[in-house]
Nanobody, 123 residues
Framework: QVQLVESGGGLVQAGGSLRLSCAAS????????IGWFRQAPGKEREFVAG????????SYADSVKGRFTISRDNAKNMVYLQMNSLKPEDTAVYYC????????????????WGQGTQVTVSS
């Protein structure tokens, strides 16, 4: 079992930055891929970024590549999403997820989900 708690969301102006954190419980945290997904009102949940258990492999959605950076600290059971140059279209609820799927990009590969944190980017 893995429990996930997101934090760090908030209201920011376009062009600003936020860092989301995902705190995980569980002694086998480093075994799990961690993904960040987001869901805007009226839209389907979409992949944002993912990182493998060791941190050696990362993947990003094209819409955030070059602006967002995912990282993890397995000693602290933490995963981070640094978001720079934020745009109004980044507004969504952001979720972190843990799983053992082959691809970090597919939501079907994740078994555990947090409750989400709201990110609002004003223009």
């Amino acid at each position: 079992q893995v429990q996930l708690v997101e934090s760090g969301g908030g209201l920011v102006q376009a062009g600003g930055s936020l860092r989301l954190s995902c705190a995980a419980s569980g002694r086998t945290f480093s075994s799990y891929n961690i993904g960040w997904f987001r869901q805007a009102p009226g839209k389907e949940r979409e992949f944002v970024a993912g990182i493998s258990g060791t941190g050696g492999r990362t993947s990003y959605a094209d819409s955030v590549k070059g602006r967002f950076t995912i990282s993890r600290d397995n000693a602290k059971n933490m995963v981070y999403l640094q978001m720079n140059s934020l745009k109004p279209e980044d507004t969504a609820v952001y979720y972190c997820a843990a799983g053992l799927g082959f691809s970090v990009r597919l939501s079907t590969g994740y078994s555990y989900w947090g409750q989400g944190t709201q990110v609002t980017v004003s223009s």
